[in-house]
């Protein structure tokens, strides 16, 4: 007789992985819903993505998530990318379908906006104008699922013009490209301001920009999640502003994933956020 609940395997491929929280997060969702399965750490060098997934395949995977640095040639490799996927040129999400073909989606959008409603259930993506530091891979999902959330226009600010003038070019609709020299000034009038770059992140260098221009109703938002509140935050916070940290995005993208691959969609729990912030420290 077949096994009425058969033993699914997930993982995350990306270089490196080790710290990832993935596995602790998808293994949390197993054990609550008693789903035989697993998720798993899957290292895979630049120049072997192609082989890992024909690999996902004939080692019978419910599918994978994709991390840095393959989002975007994942996009180029699988069978068929999601509308989303297609526009932010990236994917996130891999699932192996029944006739062995690769369906992928990007969630990081997703996760980006839910983990803004979970903070300010009454956040509206049309309530104003939106700043955006950074022109990289957090960037891009950051702009888009704004963009489709109906923002009013995107302030997007890069250290090199060149590469947000890309994504301004790539992505249509009313994305405006600040030079990073004037990033205090264009804080005005906005009604979020997003950080998608490392600079705040444990072991990199501070974000420097002055909050003096913007309005204090303003949702704050890093998408960093260690440290748990990085500086930018902090100011905000002391300032007033309502603010929301990366683990949320983090948490938030993972739903999506773990339905398609074992059939449920999960909940994030304050019992999953504080079991994920104690690997993180100490806010």
Not at 44 to 60: I, T, Y
Not at 81 to 88: L, N, Q
Not at 127 to 152: D, F, I, K, N, T
Not at 247 to 269: N, Y
Request: charged share 20%; proline share 9%.
């Amino acid at each position: 007789m077949p096994d009425p609940k058969p033993f699914r395997v997930a993982g995350l491929i990306g270089w490196p992985v080790s710290q990832s929280r993935s596995p602790m997060l998808h293994g949390h969702w197993l054990a609550e819903h008693g789903i035989p399965g697993t998720y798993v750490p899957l290292p895979v060098a630049p120049g072997k993505l192609a082989e890992a997934l024909r690999g996902l395949v004939a080692l019978g995977f419910a599918g994978a998530n994709v991390t840095v640095p393959h989002k975007e040639e994942a996009a180029r490799l699988v069978d068929r990318v999601d509308p989303i996927g297609r526009r932010m040129g990236a994917i996130n999400l891999i699932v192996v379908e029944a006739d062995g073909t690769l369906s992928g989606y990007n969630k990081d959008g997703y996760g980006f906006v839910e983990s803004l409603r979970e903070s300010q259930p009454n956040w509206r993506g049309d309530a104003g104008p939106a700043v955006v530091l950074g022109a990289g891979g957090g960037a891009r999902s950051v702009v888009v699922s704004l963009l489709e959330e109906g923002a009013p226009s995107v302030r997007l600010l890069n250290r090199t013009r060149a590469r947000a003038e890309q994504l301004k070019a790539e992505f249509g609709g009313p994305i405006e490209v600040i030079d990073w020299e004037a990033r205090n000034e264009a804080l005005a009038g906005a009604a979020l301001l997003v950080n998608t770059t490392t600079q705040g992140m444990t072991g990199q260098p501070p974000l420097e920009i002055s909050l003096e221009a913007l309005p204090t109703a303003a949702l704050v938002c890093d998408i960093v999640y260690n440290p748990l509140i990085p500086p930018l935050l902090a100011a905000a916070r002391a300032r007033g502003n309502p603010i929301v940290g990366g683990l949320g995005m983090l948490l938030h993208q993972a739903r999506p994933a773990f339905e398609k691959w074992f059939g449920v969609l999960p909940s994030v729990t304050p019992e999953l956020r504080a079991k994920i912030e104690a690997t993180i420290g100490a806010k």
